[in-house]
């Protein structure tokens, strides 16, 4: 989880702002609003910051290597 990362960690991580989300049992089909921005699987949300998957209700994305879950 996102507030499980040493502080130094989440101190160095832009900050993540969701608005929305849409889950589908379609990969293809799963969105997730962040930072104002509509974003898919694989999606860069900022540099060293990349969405790895959405679920129906969480989201893992990885931090310069380091991954992490937030609730949706």
Known sequence: ???DLPSDVRAAMPRLSVSG????????????????QVLREGDAVAPGLVLERIGPRQAVLSWQGTRFQIKL
Not at 24 to 33: C, G, K, Q, V, Y
């Open 21 to 36: 989300a849409v889950y589908s049992p379609d990969p293809s089909a799963r969105i997730l609003l962040i930072n104002g």
């Open 1 to 3: 989880m996102l507030a």
